[in-house]
């Protein structure tokens, strides 16, 4: 599973947690596993935890996890409060979250992530979500583009980008990463190419798996799950 994901700050997580043995514990996006198998290290039979994550490759991780303290629920984080419910849930007494993609998702070539390879471009997190990297590349208006690239990809030249996005989705509708990259490329400033890369997939990918409305919503239910005791 290592190299599915390595687990980043292991050990200041499990300090941040101060994990009670017997208490309750949601790790939100559990990925290979890295933190959730730490986690439960420190749980007794009476402890629990509860992992989430919407890619289907994070559920087969999880199937690979026996032990009754354990529970994995495929679904977006923005949906904690509810199926925590489903489970007979209220309060929860820590909650980790590991925001981003996994090294797995990053370093697949079909899961159109990064920027090393060429591939579909896709960035779904949830494979049963509809809309994709190419989709809102080709969909888009221009004014949208350039919201996303500026906003969430902190791109400089975010306007002209967009500008010449839609004028090449107009001659040939995006279908792959070489062909993104083929118009970056015209427009990254001279060596920190890869730089303006990573932020243009960035904003794309922000955008595609609705990560900040997905953050803000997980984060409001968190708040009221929390126990504060
Ligand atoms: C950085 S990895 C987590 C790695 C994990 N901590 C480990 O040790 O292997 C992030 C994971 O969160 C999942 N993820 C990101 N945003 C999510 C969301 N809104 N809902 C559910 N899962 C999400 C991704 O699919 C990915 O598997």
Do not use: W
């Amino acid at each position: 599973m290592s190299e599915y994901h390595n687990p980043v700050m292991l050990r200041e997580c499990i300090e941040g947690l101060a994990i009670k043995n017997d208490g309750i514990y949601v790790d939100i996006t559990f990925g290979g596993g890295g933190h959730s198998k730490e986690i439960l290290k420190h749980l007794g039979e009476k402890g629990k935890l509860y992992a989430f994550d919407q890619d289907h490759e994070a559920r087969l991780n999880a199937e690979t996890i026996d032990n009754r303290s354990f529970t994995f629920i495929q679904t977006n984080f923005r949906n904690l409060k509810k199926y925590l419910r489903l489970q007979g849930v209220k309060k929860v007494d820590g909650i980790l979250g590991d925001l981003g993609v996994s090294s797995y998702q990053i370093n697949t070539a079909e899961r159109g992530f990064s920027t090393r390879f060429d591939g579909p471009l896709d960035m779904r997190m949830n494979q049963q979500q509809t809309i994709s990297a190419a989709d809102v590349l080709n969909e888009y208006e221009e004014r949208e583009l350039h919201r996303i690239l500026g906003q969430y990809g902190e791109v400089r030249n975010a306007k002209t980008l967009a500008a010449a996005l839609c004028a090449e989705r107009h001659l040939s509708p995006f279908k792959t990463i070489g062909q993104l990259l083929g118009v970056l490329k015209k427009f990254a400033p001279r060596g920190r190419e890869n730089k303006y890369y990573a932020q243009v997939f960035q904003g794309i990918r922000i955008e595609v798996n609705e990560e900040m409305k997905a953050l803000e919503e997980m984060l409001v239910q968190s708040a009221e799950i929390l126990d504060e005791k």
